[in-house]
C-alpha cells in the first residue's frame, strides 16, 4: 500500500517554482503558488521534458521546451482539458512537503480524461 512520502521542506521550493522527486519509481513535480503546494507528474506528454523547471504563473506550469501548459492544481493540459497528466495528492506536516504516488501495481489517479469519440 502507497504511503506518503516526504520530499522536501516548506523553505526548499519557493514561490512561483517547482522542483522535482523521485517517488515510488515515478518524477513527482511540486510546485509553490502563493503557499500552497501542488504535486502533478513531471514529465511532459508532448516530448519528455521536466516540467518543474518552467514557468509557472496563474495555476500553471508552462513547459521548458515547447510551451504546453499544464494545470498544477489538477494536470489538465490548459489547451484540451479533457487530455492531462497524473495528479498527486499532497500535504504540508509542519514544514514537510509530503506526496502520496500510487505503487507501481496501482493506477494513478487522473485527471479527467475522456475519450473525444
Given at each position: 500500500m502507497?504511503?506518503?512520502?516526504?520530499?522536501?521542506?516548506?523553505?526548499?521550493?519557493?514561490?512561483?517554482?517547482?522542483?522535482?522527486?523521485?517517488?515510488?519509481?515515478?518524477?513527482?513535480?511540486?510546485?509553490?503558488?502563493?503557499?500552497?503546494?501542488?504535486?502533478?507528474?513531471?514529465?511532459?506528454?508532448?516530448?519528455?521534458?521536466?516540467?518543474?523547471?518552467?514557468?509557472?504563473?496563474?495555476?500553471?506550469?508552462?513547459?521548458?521546451?515547447?510551451?504546453?501548459?499544464?494545470?498544477i492544481?489538477?494536470?489538465?493540459?490548459?489547451?484540451n482539458?479533457?487530455?492531462?497528466?497524473?495528479?498527486?495528492?499532497?500535504?504540508?506536516?509542519?514544514?514537510?512537503?509530503?506526496?502520496?504516488?500510487?505503487?507501481?501495481?496501482?493506477?494513478?489517479?487522473?485527471?479527467?480524461?475522456?475519450?473525444?469519440?
Amino acid at each position: 500500500m502507497s504511503e506518503f512520502t516526504t520530499v522536501a521542506k516548506t523553505v526548499d521550493i519557493p514561490q512561483g517554482t517547482g522542483s522535482a522527486f523521485p517517488v515510488n519509481g515515478r518524477m513527482v513535480a511540486v510546485f509553490n503558488e502563493e503557499g500552497q503546494f501542488f504535486a502533478i507528474d513531471d514529465i511532459c506528454p508532448h516530448m519528455g521534458a521536466s516540467l518543474a523547471g518552467g514557468h509557472v504563473e496563474n495555476g500553471t506550469v508552462s513547459c521548458p521546451w515547447h510551451a504546453w501548459r499544464f494545470c498544477i492544481h489538477d494536470g489538465t493540459w490548459c489547451d484540451n482539458p479533457k487530455i492531462g497528466i497524473d495528479r498527486f495528492d499532497l500535504r504540508v506536516v509542519e514544514d514537510e512537503i509530503q506526496v502520496l504516488v500510487p505503487d507501481a501495481e496501482s493506477p494513478p489517479p487522473k485527471a479527467d480524461q475522456t475519450d473525444e469519440s
